[in-house]
């Protein structure tokens, strides 16, 4: 068999229905290859979104998604989406075309050492320099990226190789001396964790990302009723619990409610489950007191202690560590706690004077979420736009949301609203973004066109990059504004129109309930173009 | 210091001075070689920081899919030894001293020139410094050390 066909083959033994890709020179005989198989390829405009495309869909489908670029400047502009995934712990396959392997080395035409340029953003990547092993790192490679912490792993494939012949048997197990990730929980760590609990008068769950990766939302329903313990979430957590559970608060952060936080200063046990807390969780570092005591469940051992002390650390996969709690946790006496943590919520409002000339995002978000499907995808962008939607979007029941939470890439939402809608193509797909992300990555707009599905699109536009503007007021000095205003932004309606997309402009929040249902109910894509108040503030 | 087992395949390397040049790790030196078996190499690794440094660094290690093993060698518990080879001015009426000083501390002169001694000499930290600091006087011309390998004493093997 032909190594290009072996590879796809590869593909089609792993389950892969869909990659998002974006041909060169170095990938001719691969696409070959995938012109006379079943599995459909989408072809993106820019390599950097066959990358977000392939996010979005592992992220809808549940699975490793697949995307593949040529090489040099197609695999160098995959760079920012494969660490846009490697930071979200998103499982991907990304494959490179590479120059012909007597001429790696040589600087060639469109030659990148590819393979040392990702080695930062990857979980692990391949140079294929023998054709025999293309099975075995395909095996090896999807097994990588879907188990233990989730991740973007490269193959990059020289040209010639990818011509030649080999024998092709596809490997039913691994053999990776070097990789064993830990699932259940030390038994022992457990019982320690168990006792800590027992004894908390103020306990709090604070749910990562880590639980969408190993699909523990329900154990950790589960859990936090059994328990009586009040859960809050980070920025990718969102969606680990739903927002209408009986134990749910909100989102910490430099970005969550200041309520989550002042819980989370409060609280004598805080236990943390699939996340790492990075800075932008604990604004900084700072937010548990010292004298909390620390669970830290993660299935990455390098995560545990990084960041934060910890008290009882318990590596393992979410899931299966919650179901050992479950078995075990009686119900905590935390009435009191509960009940101060109802009171503070309640009290807290974020005031705006609306203005009658434009649309308040808050109010677009609040009324969308009693719009949408229970089971309705959000991809979100970087920015203002993101945090809007975080804050304001009613993740309840079986609804996601997908956003760039640890790189912060502008760009990301559109590509990502592709994958996912292509994921899952029943389920109702809305794309976040602000005026600057929409421009990042305009030129999707033909791949969504061409895949023949619907999403609607909801632009927030303030013509300005409205999270930097309000950096400089807060950082440098009022009205100290400098490189953030789009003077000559496009007219986005008629761009719509261009690319056969229907669109709406919405200056007031009275449209909006009207501009929506024509935009849920319609078959073809939409965009809602809401304009904003330049000087509303991001925490809204 | 640190003992890690890692795959025998090019890259190894590069990504494990990546992780420290990227996390802010010094690497004060590193030796790596081929073990009993082709395939595996064993790299030595010395490091400077506080605990959680240590830790981390064993973590970040571990992670890395071509790290088979990241053990601890404890100064108590472990031989560690490097190699050095110095270039040494050696004129005629010096001569006799180097050879004395060299037997003491039973390294080798391994080359001779009409007015150099090129000397071998494998040792632990201590021993290294003493010989650098008794020859130093003479005139060293060049020094090059391996940097320090070592494992774990008693019967006890890095697999265990």
């Known amino acids: ?540 | 210091m640190l003992s890690v087992l890692v795959e025998n395949n090019s890259g190894v390397l590069s990504r494990i001075a990546g992780l420290f040049s990227r996390r802010g790790y010094n690497i004060d030196s590193l030796s790596v070689g081929v073990t009993e078996n082709p395939d595996i190499s064993r790299m030595t690794i010395t490091v400077t920081g506080d605990d959680y440094i240590l830790e981390q660094i064993k973590k970040q290690l571990n992670k890395l899919i071509n790290v088979i093993k990241v053990v601890e060698l404890k100064p108590e518990k472990s031989v560690y030894r490097e190699l050095i080879l110095v270039k040494v001015k050696a004129h005629a009426e010096d001569r006799t001293v180097i050879k004395e000083t060299v037997n003491i501390f039973r390294a080798n002169i391994v080359d001779i020139s009409p007015k150099t001694l090129t000397v071998e000499m494998t040792g632990d930290a201590g021993k290294i410094s003493a010989f650098v600091d008794v020859i130093k006087p003479f005139g060293i011309i060049e020094l090059v050390r391996t940097g320090f390998t070592g494992m774990q004493r008693g019967g006890i093997k890095i697999t265990d």
């Not at chain 1, 293309?134 to 233990?148: C, L, M, N, Q, V």
């Not at chain 1, 919650?322 to 075990?328: G, T, V, Y």
């Not at chain 1, 969504?448 to 440098?476: A, K, P, S, Y």
Request: hydrophobic share 40%.
């Open chain 1, 1 to 540: 068999m032909k190594a290009s066909n072996a590879i796809v083959k590869c593909l089609e033994k792993e389950g892969i229905d869909i990659v998002f890709g974006y041909p060169g020179g170095a990938l001719v005989p691969i696409y070959e290859a995938l012109r006379t198989s079943n599995i459909k390829h989408v072809l993106v405009r820019h390599e950097q979104a066959a990358a977000h495309c392939a996010s979005g869909f592992a992220r809808s489908r549940g699975k490793t998604g697949v995307c593949m670029a040529t090489s040099g400047p197609g695999a160098t502009n995959l760079i920012t989406g494969i660490a846009t995934a490697y930071m979200d712990s998103i499982p991907l396959i990304v494959i490179t075309g590479q120059v012909s392997s007597r001429a790696i080395g040589k600087d060639v035409f469109q030659e990148a050492d590819v393979v040392g340029a990702t080695e930062p953003f990857t979980k692990h990547n391949y140079l294929v320099k023998d054709p025999e092993d293309i099975p075995r790192i395909f095996k090896e490679a999807f097994y990588i990226a879907s188990t233990g912490r989730p991740g973007p792993v490269l193959i990059d494939i020289p040209v010639d190789i990818q011509k030649e012949s080999i024998s092709f048997s596809y490997p039913g197990a691994v053999n990776i001396p070097g990789y064993n990730p830990t699932y259940v929980g030390h038994s022992g760590q457990v019982k320690r964790a168990l006792k800590k609990l027992k004894t908390s008068k103020r306990p709090l769950i604070c749910a990562g990302g880590g639980i969408l990766c190993s699909k523990a939302s329900k154990e950790l329903k589960t859990f936090s009723e059994k328990a009586k313990i009040p859960v809050v979430h980070t920025l990718m957590g969102i969606g680990s619990l739903p927002s209408d559970s009986k134990y749910y608060v909100g989102m910490v952060g430099s970005h969550g409610y200041s309520f989550s936080n002042r819980l989370v200063a409060e609280a004598d046990l805080l236990m943390i489950i699939g996340a790492r807390v990075g800075d932008r969780a604990t604004a900084g570092f700072k937010l548990a007191n010292e004298k909390t005591d620390i669970i830290h469940i993660d299935i990455d051992p390098a995560e545990v202690g990084k960041n934060i002390n910890t008290t009882i650390p318990v590596v393992g996969d979410a899931k299966n560590i919650l179901k050992q709690f479950i078995e075990k946790i009686e119900a905590l006496e935390t009435e009191e706690w509960v009940e101060r943590i109802k009171a503070l919520k309640n009290g807290s409002t974020v005031k705006y004077d609306h203005k009658k000339s434009f649309v308040n995002p808050k109010e677009a978000l609040k009324t969308l979420s009693h719009m949408v499907d229970d089971d309705a995808i959000f991809t979100a962008d970087v920015g203002q736009n993101q945090i809007w939607a975080a804050r304001n979007l009613e993740i309840i029941d079986n609804r996601k949301f997908f956003t760039s939470g640890g790189l912060g890439t502008m760009g990301y939402s559109l590509p990502a609203a592709i994958g996912a809608k292509l994921g899952t193509p029943d389920k109702t797909v809305v794309c976040i973004l602000g005026d600057g992300s929409f421009q990042m990555a305009l030129g999707e707009l033909a791949t969504l066109c061409e895949t023949g599905l619907n999403i609607m699109i909801l632009l927030f536009n303030n013509n300005r990059l409205g999270m930097v503007r309000e950096l400089q007021d807060t950082h440098i000095g009022k009205g100290k504004y400098f490189g953030v205003d789009f003077t000559a932004n496009p007219d986005f309606i008629k761009i719509a129109h261009a690319y056969d997309i229907k669109g709406i402009r919405v200056n007031t929040n009275e449209e909006l309930e009207t501009a929506f249902s024509t935009a849920l109910n319609s078959k073809d894509s939409y965009i809602i173009e809401c304009m904003v108040d330049p000087k509303i503030l991001t925490n809204l």
